[in-house]
């Protein structure tokens, strides 16, 4: 087990210890903000005074005189009303390099969702069009949740709901048609589009494909013998070029459609439960607040009672003329969901969508009260090329694709920019300075590190014939060497924490910080040729480091492998 685990296991069997009935799940164990002060701390006595009856000081001095006879412990102290700074043994320090190389690829993982299952839906774009570069971030957030859901344990599904039922796509089908229409060579205009179709280029091939496949058998026909095919092709083409977008991205996921599950029944069964615990009723829904509506009516709908789970208003699940809402749809696929005992389930949707997000926990509380549900919403991605806004509109088909940006700055790039910070932080997304080499660029920053790693460990083995063999670590006790190692084992603990909270900007900091304290100790060994890397008088002493850089490179790949970026050992 990691040392961060045992430590942290530790102090939470000594809190019980202390006092039996106490509950230890608010305990953390992180680094100090001041070197100076300790190499870990812990809040254990300030979340659990209360709980213990006793003051959080009287407690922490309790519970130091435990931690001190840790093996891996040299002292603890209290600091200000509570808090407890712990010093780690260096020879402790030293060792945890072994067991980084020994785990290898499992040092970060852990067993939290062992044994669970968990569902992340994310990406779920109307398929009226490729994914345009507005859609990355959503697309490549959900899929870090779940590959940090998957390192600590959990089985995951990733999935995209396919709105393929809705207003979108009758515009999709009359959008295609003018299309297939000039692919037979009739004259269109811009006439032939209303302010609702769409106009892109993109939809030409569609065109083209519809004609080759039913030459001009629905050309000048009404539109009720072939509107439904027409809708049913263009869905899937536009679903071709997702899945491509998506590949580009690295990302495989599977499919629900929207359509499909309403004919399966999954709205009205999840409809009928509902009823049965007396959440649907027949009322008049009051006129929305804020917003002009000329033609607004007042009748009698189909409502779910959304504020009895915390909900602002109710909300309307049938249509005047009797079809389902959008809402309805959503509350049969989350019902969907549900039915496949799922020990979690994660959405992640666009910032346009954050108003959404109650009615989708009000829906999911109603519809199974102890279910884990957690609602991510990601904020706008600012886009210019060279410090010049790009405008985008899919109606009117200017807009960058996903796979255009992908081929202008690469995968790797577009995937760590797009998690490189909290979700609820707008992006400024430059295409040139994601592609620099420079310090600002933090890609970069932490691919230079794991290059540089390598080169030396290419070095090495010229020089040695191999890779020296390490007799001791001891030699590693410069304060530079230590701290390094001190960040090389929070791994566990950042991947735990960014699990957790569902959000990978943890660790993409965390990696950022790594190489900083990397790139650090080499520009120390520049200055002091003691410190560097490679002696080749004193082979101990540099299989020792060698030791520490190949754990560096370790966690270094495995960070970034999580992010779903290659590791690069030359940079060019």
């Not at 070197?35 to 870990?40: A, P, R, T």
């Not at 040299?74 to 060792?95: H, Y």
């Not at 959503?138 to 396919?162: F, H, M, P, W």
């Not at 080749?536 to 779903?564: D, F, Y």
Request: charged fraction near 25%; proline fraction near 3%; aromatic fraction near 8%.
């Amino acid at each position: 087990m990691p040392l961060v685990f045992t430590l942290q296991e530790f102090i939470e069997k000594s809190l019980k210890e202390i006092v039996p009935e106490i509950h230890t799940d608010k305990v953390v164990l992180e680094p100090t903000k001041d070197i100076s002060h300790g190499d870990l701390a812990s809040n254990a006595a300030m979340v659990c005074a209360k709980m213990a009856g006793i003051s959080p000081r009287e407690l922490a001095a309790k519970l130091i005189e435990k931690i001190i006879t840790h093996d891996a412990v040299v002292s603890a102290e209290i600091a200000g009303p509570g808090f407890i700074n712990i010093k780690l043994k260096p020879s402790t320090l030293q060792n945890e390099l072994n067991r980084i190389l020994g785990s290898k690829s499992t040092y970060g993982s852990n067993t939290l969702g062992s044994g669970k299952s968990a569902q992340v839906e994310y990406v779920s774009t109307n398929p009226t069009g490729p994914m345009h570069i507005g859609h990355g971030r959503n697309a490549i957030l959900g899929d870090t949740v779940a590959s940090l859901l998957e390192k600590v344990g959990y089985c995951v599904t990733r999935e995209y709901y396919v709105n393929d039922a809705g207003g979108q796509t009758i515009a999709l089908a009359r959008s295609a048609y003018v299309r297939y229409k000039e692919a037979l060579d009739e004259p269109i205009s811009d006439d032939d589009f209303d302010q609702d179709m769409y106009k892109g280029d993109y939809l030409k091939p569609t065109g083209i494909a519809l004609a080759q496949k039913y030459g001009n058998s629905f050309l000048n026909k009404p539109e009720a013998e072939w509107f439904e095919t027409v809708r049913l092709f263009a869905i899937e083409e536009m679903m071709n070029y997702i899945r491509h977008d998506l590949k580009s991205l690295g990302i495989a996921m599977e499919y629900a459609s929207e359509s499909a599950l309403t004919k399966e029944g999954w709205v009205t069964k999840a409809l009928k439960v509902l009823e049965a615990k007396g959440d649907v009723y027949t009322g008049v829904l009051e006129k929305p607040k804020g917003h002009q509506v000329d033609d607004w009516e007042e009748w009698p709908q189909t409502l779910f009672r959304a504020t009895a789970f915390g909900d602002d208003i109710d909300r309307a699940l049938q249509k005047s003329d009797g079809a389902w809402t959008y809402f309805a749809g959503d509350v049969g696929y989350h019902y969907y969901k549900i039915s496949r005992n799922y020990d979690v389930l994660v959405n992640i949707l666009g910032f346009d969508h954050v108003g959404y997000v109650k009615r989708l926990v009000s829906a999911v509380k109603a519809l199974k009260a102890d279910q884990s549900y957690a609602v991510k919403t990601c904020q706008m991605v600012n886009f210019s090329d060279n410090g010049q806004p790009v405008r985008m509109s899919k109606r009117a088909g200017t807009f960058v694709t996903i796979q255009q940006l992908v081929e202008r700055v690469g995968k790797d790039a577009v995937r760590f920019m797009m998690i490189s910070r909290h979700q609820d932080m707008v992006i400024d997304f430059d295409f040139k300075k994601a592609v620099e080499q420079s310090k600002d660029n933090l890609l970069f920053y932490i691919q230079y590190a794991h290059a540089r790693v390598h080169s030396v460990l290419r070095h090495a083995a010229q020089i040695f014939g191999g890779l020296p063999k390490t007799e001791s670590l001891e030699c590693l006790n410069d304060e530079a060497e230590l701290t390094l190692i001190k960040g090389l084992i929070q791994w566990p603990r950042v991947v735990t924490s960014a699990a957790h909270h569902l959000e990978p900007h943890r660790v993409t900091n965390y990696l950022y910080d790594l190489a900083s304290l990397f790139h650090s100790l080499w520009n120390k060994g520049k200055d002091n040729t003691q410190l560097r890397f490679i002696d080749e008088k004193s082979p101990a002493q540099t299989a020792a480091r060698l030791v520490l850089l190949q754990a560096t490179v370790c966690i270094i790949a495995e960070g970034l492998n999580l992010l779903g970026i290659t590791p690069v050992e030359e940079m060019r």
